[in-house]
């Protein structure tokens, strides 16, 4: 089974999508800022990320560019769910090294596609145990 990290400051929206993907058979980890996600990461190596931008300690931004930096979590897909929706905060999110960029309010079924796909031609990562 694969383990998602959902990251975001908003506890409504972190449920749902918890909630949403674990109906759909995955394992999650949520983290409610970019420090706590840092550290989940380190501790439990999730197989991908949902990533929000704007959180208190450490932005998404942020968190992106130090996984995809580092050699150890560079592997990771991360995919930014956010609220930011200008060109620009695309433009950054892809800067960053970000995977994937699914604006809110999201389709729960392209956010489901973009987990699978990044999940199957992620090398080493399984798509389904």
Excluded: W
């Excluded at 089974?1 to 929206?13: A, F, N, R, Y």
């Excluded at 999730?46 to 930096?69: Q, T, W, Y």
């Excluded at 905060?89 to 392209?110: N, R, T, V, W």
């Amino acid at each position: 089974m694969s383990t998602i990290l959902i990251v975001d400051d908003d506890e409504e929206i972190l449920a749902l999508v918890k909630k949403r993907l674990e109906n759909h058979g995955y394992q999650t980890l949520t983290a409610c800022d970019g420090e706590e996600a840092l550290y989940q990461i380190d501790l439990q190596k999730p197989d991908i990320i949902v990533l929000d931008v704007s959180m208190p300690v450490i932005n998404g931004f942020e968190v992106c560019a130090r996984l995809k930096g580092d050699a150890a979590t560079r592997h990771i897909p991360v995919l930014m769910l956010t609220g930011h929706i200008r060109y620009t905060d695309k433009k950054i999110a892809e800067h960053c090294g970000a995977d994937g960029y699914i604006p809110k309010p999201y389709s729960a079924q392209l956010l489901l596609d973009e987990i699978a796909r990044h999940l199957y031609q992620s090398p080493g990562l399984p798509a389904n145990e």
